[in-house]
């Protein structure tokens, strides 16, 4: 049986190659993006003053919030599950797998949630475990299960992208196949995931700050919102072009 290709990725020209391909389709991300926008934003708007208080931090949150806060989780998961299938899809097949605003929804979309969902629900268990153990050790212990929990969640997003990439544009590849294609290169992905994800997250805090400081966060709420999601969405893109871009490594040589 024939060997597995050799697999050469350099994170740096990587991240370059990944933000030049997205500069690129940027006027495909704005077409892909917008609609998700509106739905998200719209989904929203009933919740603003409990979405308020959590970016806020807000001592005030409690359960009777986090409930009202479900079916927005909902409607996010499926949105992201949308605009990441047809992204996907305007990088790897080009715009006429994906015409208009990405409204050609199809059994391709429920996969990839499903996919998706049956990750986070293992990320969650696996997550809620390890801040029961940690809880004794306090707020470092928190903290120390949150950062864990975000790597192992950014680890199985690297380890499995061919499986989702391939969910995307109709080209089957089992989970299994896929950790194995992508044996001893987790690490290099996730350093390349994290170099777009710190920065997103140093943005985010430099925009909550800047409209908490000037009251705009009182003033204009859902304009704050806006921002965050489009920081978001753009980091979404990113990620997805960084993974899109490694995806063609993980193929046998005959494919």
């Known amino acids: 049986m024939a060997g597995e290709p050799s697999r050469d990725i350099r994170i740096g020209p990587l991240l370059a190659f990944a933000l030049q391909r997205t500069w690129h389709a940027r006027d495909h991300l704005i077409r892909l993006g917008v609609l998700p926008s509106l739905v998200l934003l719209a989904a929203a708007l009933p919740e603003m003053d409990v979405l308020t208080a959590l970016l806020r931090g807000a001592d005030t949150f409690g359960e009777?919030?986090?409930?009202?806060?479900?079916?927005?989780?909902?409607?996010?998961?499926?949105i992201i599950s949308v605009f990441a299938v047809n992204w996907v899809r305007q990088l790897t097949l080009g715009q006429d797998a994906v015409p208009g605003l990405g409204l050609n929804i199809g059994l391709r979309h429920l996969k990839f949630l499903l996919f998706q969902m049956a990750l986070a629900f293992g990320m969650l268990l696996g997550s809620t475990f390890l801040s029961l153990v940690l809880h004794p050790f306090g707020i470092s212990g928190m903290l120390t299960a949150l950062m864990l929990g975000m790597l192992a969640w950014l680890a199985t997003i690297a380890r499995l992208s061919p499986s989702w990439i391939?969910?995307?544009?109709?080209?089957?590849?089992?989970?299994?196949?896929?950790?194995?294609?992508?044996?001893?290169?987790?690490?290099?992905?996730?350093?390349?995931?994290?170099?777009v994800e710190v920065p997103t997250m140093i943005v985010d805090q430099v925009a909550a700050i800047v409209f908490e400081v000037t009251g705009l966060i009182d003033a204009a709420p859902f304009t704050f919102l806006?921002?965050?999601?489009?920081?978001?969405?753009?980091?979404?893109?990113?990620?997805?072009?960084?993974?899109?871009?490694?995806?063609?490594?993980?193929?046998?040589?005959?494919?």
């Open 64 to 78: 009777a919030d986090t409930t009202r806060l479900i079916p927005l989780g909902i409607c996010y998961a499926l």
């Open 226 to 255: 806006a921002i965050l999601w489009v920081i978001e969405l753009v980091r979404i893109a990113l990620q997805i072009s960084l993974l899109v871009v490694t995806y063609p490594l993980f193929l046998r040589e005959t494919v």
């Open 166 to 195: 391939g969910i995307a544009i109709d080209t089957r590849m089992p989970p299994a196949i896929a950790w194995k294609r992508t044996t001893g290169q987790g690490f290099k992905l996730v350093l390349a995931l994290l170099a």
